[in-house]
């Protein structure tokens, strides 16, 4: 096991997450920053999420999406997602790319 | 692939810019400090729940093609006093077939997730459906014949439904302990429809019994205000403030005009129902003034709120129900005029300017309203069917991407320019600008329809349906 094998491997995870859409924004959960972090422990794997409200109606199909997402790649045997509300999600937490997508970018004043 | 041999947490490497997840490179959130998880309903728990509502919302769409066809082959019927049995029957098709049916879905959607708990009884909520759908259609055609037994039968088959409603309502918000005022607009919407049915009733048995030594006209306004404010405004002055900064990335900074929103309106309801049942004008137009102020209250604390958003663009349907709300205010204002006492447009004496004020009111501001969040609630519904069991096995797309934007900002322009031609024709009595007034609603509606079929579309199951 290397470094750069470990890192690949938790890249890999974010890039599954990543590949995950909000049905209302259609942005990347994790550039909505709902993801908080990703642990893995040889093929254990830790995810710690949030949703942008708790009452999020998808909440639950986003959440079993992003295990069923993770849990699907190679090496990788038990998932354990932990959904948390502390910190709480806040718009301040959206990337760059996302505010972008919801015209809240910089260019846009805000 | 190898795994690491021990735990490894970093930032996201696709976030365009570090959020402050991202700043150090690692998650704030370690094992040792994370707070203890939560957990969410099932998604199978979602999966039923989504098909009551959605179930409630093609019903609602199928109502919504009725009323518009029955407005646009009979125009003439706007022209009518509205106490007339033909407008009380057109103004039934698309109180109770459209708006309540779309508001009472979106109520079972709407309550579990924003009192994060299930409904008190899904069973409850599907004999509610089976009831509603037998007892609308019956109370239309009731109307029709002006036939007030049999209206007598298929009312009490809708109160039976709409009791059921009420009660799932309130046991829902009574198990959550949620004390809120999203929790309240629910339980009392629910309060106020059922009372509105049971006023209804009453006064279809008040034509054979006659217990009620009351004008029957002064009746059916105060029956009338009963459920509009009561249900309809109730209702929105709640849950707009959970809803609207969920689809917004907003935030509610301020409860405290919500709440005094709320409140004028239901004590300006309280004064406003007994006054105009027992024709006392300057009582009546204090408690008016009372509504009126809960809504300019509530729509300011919707600004402020607005005015937080992340999410600067705005769906057509968030558009609308925004205009909808604007003309509801204006309509309360028209409200006002009208029961001024001794106003030249006092609706007692004339007879007529009631209907500018029933247009304005259901299908100036109540339509855009009701179908903008139809455009909301029915392609996040359909997703939720479609999408939601495959998101994270394969792409799924949003539930924005089921519909088509461009023709939802058409279908509500032809429909304020419908509203337009339609108030100016029925306060001039002019037939032309009636039917002409009708045709476009039904373009716009047309436009809508085509906008939800094509989204309805996504429940067919096929192999391809992925985007």
């Known amino acids: 096991m290397t470094p750069s094998a470990s890192y690949e491997t938790t890249d890999a995870i974010w ?10 924004f259609g942005i990347s959960i994790v550039d909505l920053g709902l993801i908080y972090s990703v642990e893995r422990s040889g093929p254990d794997v830790r995810v710690i999420m949030t949703l942008t409200t708790p009452t999020c109606p998808s909440g639950a199909w986003i959440c079993d999406g992003a295990r069923a997402a993770v849990q699907q790649l190679p090496g990788v045997e038990n998932v354990r997602l932990g959904l948390v509300f502390e910190p709480q999600w806040t718009p301040q937490m959206l990337s760059a790319r996302a505010q972008h997508e919801l015209g809240c970018g910089a260019e846009h004043g805000r | 692939m190898t795994a690491p041999s021990s735990p490894t947490a970093i930032g996201s490497p696709f976030s365009s810019a570090p959020s402050p997840r991202c700043e150090t490179g690692a ?34 769409l199928g109502w919504l093609a009725a009323a518009t066809a029955m407005t646009a082959l ?13 407008a009380v029957m057109l103004a039934h098709a698309w109180v109770l077939g459209v708006f309540v049916t779309v508001a009472v879905g979106a109520i079972y959607q709407i309550a579990p997730v924003a009192l994060s708990t299930t409904m008190w009884s899904e069973r409850c909520g599907w004999a509610h459906l089976w009831l509603h759908t037998i007892a609308v259609p019956g109370m239309i055609v009731s109307f029709a014949r002006w036939d007030m037994a049999l209206l007598g039968h298929f009312g009490a088959l809708f109160a039976l439904g709409v009791g059921l409603f009420g009660l799932n309502t ?10 809120d005022v999203v929790a309240l607009s629910l339980v009392l919407s629910a309060a106020w429809l059922c009372l509105t049915v049971v006023l209804g009733l009453a006064f279809a048995a008040n034509r054979f019994w006659h217990f009620i030594p009351l004008d029957p006209l002064a009746l059916l306004r105060a029956h009338a ?99 909808g709300g604007i003309v509801m205010i204006v309509a309360a204002a028209a409200g006002l005029l009208l029961i001024f006492p001794a106003t030249p447009w006092d609706s007692v004496s004339r007879g007529f300017n009631g209907m500018v004020y029933a247009v304005l009111v259901l299908l100036g501001g109540l339509f855009p309203l009701i179908a903008g969040m139809l455009c909301k609630v029915v392609p996040f519904l359909t997703w939720m069917r479609a999408y939601g069991p495959k998101v994270g096995r394969v792409p799924t797309p949003a539930a924005g991407a089921l519909t088509h934007p461009r023709l939802e900002t058409w279908a509500f322009r032809t429909h304020a320019a419908a509203i337009a031609v339609l108030i100016v024709g029925v306060a001039t009595q002019n037939l032309t600008l009636l039917r002409v007034g009708a045709w476009t609603l039904a373009l716009g509606v047309v436009l809508i329809l085509a906008d939800m079929a094509g989204v309805l579309k996504h429940l067919r199951p096929a192999p391809t349906q992925t985007k």
Not at chain 2, 74 to 86: D, F, K, S
């Open chain 2, 27 to 60: 998650s704030p959130l370690t094992a040792a400090s994370a707070p203890r998880p939560v957990s969410l309903p099932g998604p199978s728990w979602l999966a039923a729940q989504g098909r009551l509502p959605l179930a409630f919302m093609i019903l609602a």
């Open chain 2, 225 to 323: 205000h009963v459920g509009l404010i009561g249900f309809f405004v109730t209702l929105l002055q709640g849950v707009t403030f959970r809803l609207v900064p969920m689809f917004t990335l907003a935030e509610v900074r301020d409860w405290r005009p919500v709440r005094v929103g709320l409140g004028l309106s239901q004590f300006g309801l309280l004064g406003l129902a007994p006054a105009l049942a027992w024709n006392r004008g300057y009582v009546a137009m204090v408690c008016a003034s009372l509504v009126l102020a809960g809504l300019v209250t509530s729509g300011w604390a919707l600004f402020d709120t607005l005015s937080t958003r992340r999410k600067r663009h705005l769906d057509p349907g968030i558009r609308a129900f925004l205009a």
């Open chain 2, 170 to 179: 309130w046991k829902t918000v009574r198990r959550c302990g949620a004390r």
């Open chain 2, 74 to 86: 009979a125009p003439a019927t706007l022209a009518l006093p509205h106490a007339a049995p033909a």
């Open chain 1, 15 to 24: 890039r599954a997450l990543a590949s995950i859409l909000d049905p209302e």
